[in-house]
């Protein structure tokens, strides 16, 4: 990994939000959920959050992980074990649906810890996951239209949440406020891919990555690495 290649992922991870967050309850569309994944990285999202119950979860996963390795996604089993996961890490939970307390998306404080919950696709978000938010939010549209595709409706709200953050200067950090681990996790899988990969394969541990971007690591890790594999 070169310098400047280094200096661009430390920049990036310097970057993240790592309280900001979207949650989808039980999206089917594999590439909506990819396009809300490449939205939340794009405006600085670290992690965000799914529901898929009983045996969708295993395939939205696989499809969720290729859609960008930077944002880490973490299902749980019920909408239920989300908000409580979330409201752990004191965010707001927003859920975007129109009702008589529902209030324009452009009036919420993003600079809070914030959870943007999206319903599915065909349905909408559950009445269970309505009672467990804490504010309704809605996009105003004047138009024939009365919702947005999924992806959009996440797209416009976390554009909100990052102009609000940047004019709170959120982005601005000199450095990560992610944990070590997940900071030398992501330099090591970005900086050196083909190490990653290969190190991932024969089961042996992430070396540590220096101030400078260079591997450290003991020769017999070096030499495990450069081993051909055992027919």
């Keep these: 990994m070169n310098a400047q290649r280094y200096a661009h992922l430390r920049a990036m991870l310097a970057a993240r939000q790592h309280n900001l967050t979207v949650c989808m309850e039980q999206l089917h569309k594999s590439h909506n959920v990819s396009a809300v994944i490449l939205t939340a990285d794009a405006v600085g999202v670290h992690e965000v959050h799914a529901v ?35 409201k752990d890490r004191k965010m707001q939970i927003l859920a975007t649906h129109l009702s008589a307390k ?24 559950t009445q269970e996951a309505l009672d467990l938010a804490d504010q309704d939010i809605i996009i105003p ?9 999924v992806s959009v409706a996440s797209a416009l709200i976390l554009y909100e949440a990052q102009r609000q953050r940047q004019n709170a200067g959120m982005y601005l950090r000199a450095e990560s406020t992610l944990e070590y681990a997940e900071q ?16 991932k394969h024969k089961g042996l541990p992430y070396p540590v990555i220096n101030d400078r971007g260079e ?16 027919k």
């Design 52 to 86: 898929w119950p009983g045996s969708r979860m295993r395939t939205m996963v696989s499809s969720a992980a290729g859609s960008n390795s930077w944002v880490q996604v973490k299902t749980h089993p019920t909408i239920r074990d989300a908000v409580s996961h979330l």
């Design 102 to 125: 529902a209030v324009d998306f452009r009036q919420i404080d993003y600079t809070r810890p914030t959870c943007i919950l999206m319903g599915q696709e065909k349905t909408g978000i």
């Design 141 to 149: 549209m004047i138009g024939m239209v009365q919702s947005l595709n």
């Design 184 to 199: 030398q996790r992501l330099l090591f899988e970005e900086g050196y891919p083909v190490l990653a990969r290969v190190a």
């Design 215 to 230: 591997v450290v690591a003991e020769p017999e890790w070096w030499a495990t690495m450069q081993s051909k594999a055992r």
